[in-house]
């Protein structure tokens, strides 16, 4: 005889698998670590350089912080050089936050005439500074707001007597909310003559930095996620922020770049292999099972994706260019584009001190 209890657990089962599906697929997160060489540095003869006010504008609904922003980010740039330059040995010359912050007000670059080409260096009395950082972000917060269904109830009341028994028994739902937030950044940063205030070089990317955090319901017995449920806006802004001011300095001096990817397989079999590999760093037999899934199926995205992120690990970035350019014929996900646009910019800047790290996460 079957107990009630067994029966619930029973029909939550079933439930699962008819509502979700059960198709074994694999996931693994993958840590990267790239020791980028600078392809510009700095000009002759300049040994020591200021972070002057760093600007911070939002072009949000929501509130934010304008002045706590250009202090973030200034003490962002100043702690990343200031790093590299005891790292590597630079010999840079890096003036302190405090002293800048007094000497270079807005006030004082307006009158020594920064943006018309004045004296900069006298007029804010940075001795011995020949080259200034300067720029701004512009932070944009978007908040979405979604719907969706979650069990809040199994009757099982249909099922008694001996067997199966049936009759009344069904799954109670209810409308959840789902929030989320999608932050994006526009840096433009700029290394300036301290003597001239003439651009030496000015930077700016091809696409903004974004990140987005979002919070779905569980299907089972989940509930409505709000703002309180969700990582602090501050972490996601401030993450776009720091991978936008380490892109910049590793124009100039040697950078640590730092990314984390997710990979999840198709319903391949060779593919789950593949991923299953790629947790236990076997990147080589991984691979192998990414391309045995591409010749069953050549427009398997998943496989391309993740025979791209198998050869970045192992170095081999042509190849890794390849399979994610391949991706994104087979469907334009944004994480194809970022993995392709990454592999592009670094291939040919990876030092010899570039790392790859690897954390492993279930099926």
Known sequence: MISKGMRLSLALAAACVSLCGCNGKEKAIVHLRYELQPDRGFPPGVTGLAVAQLEAKSDSEEALDEAKWQEIVGEMMHRRLTIANEKYGLGLTIADRASTKEVMTEKDLALSGLAEGGDVAARTKLVGVQALIRGRVIIKVEKHIGRGRTIKALDVSGYGGHGWGGGGGGIDTEETTSVSRTVTVHPSFRLVDANTGKDWFTWTPERPFQQSDQEKPSFFFGSGKTEADLDPRDRIIAQCVEEAVAEFTSHLIPVEI??????????????????????????????????????????????????????????????????????????????????????????????????????????
């Open 258 to 363: 730092d990314c984390t990817v997710e990979v999840r397989s198709s319903g391949n079999k060779a593919c789950a292999m593949g991923v299953k590999y790629l947790r236990a760093e076997d990147y080589e037999t991984a691979l192998a099972s990414f391309k045995q899934a591409l010749a069953d199926q050549p427009d398997d995205d998943r496989a391309a994706f993740c025979a791209g992120v198998a050869c970045e690990k192992m170095g081999q970035w042509d190849d890794a260019l390849q399979y994610y350019n391949q991706a994104l014929v087979s469907k334009d996900e944004p994480e194809y584009k970022d993995a392709r646009d990454r592999v592009k910019k670094f291939k040919d800047r990876v030092g010899p001190g570039a790392e790859a790290t690897h954390s492993e996460s279930g099926s």
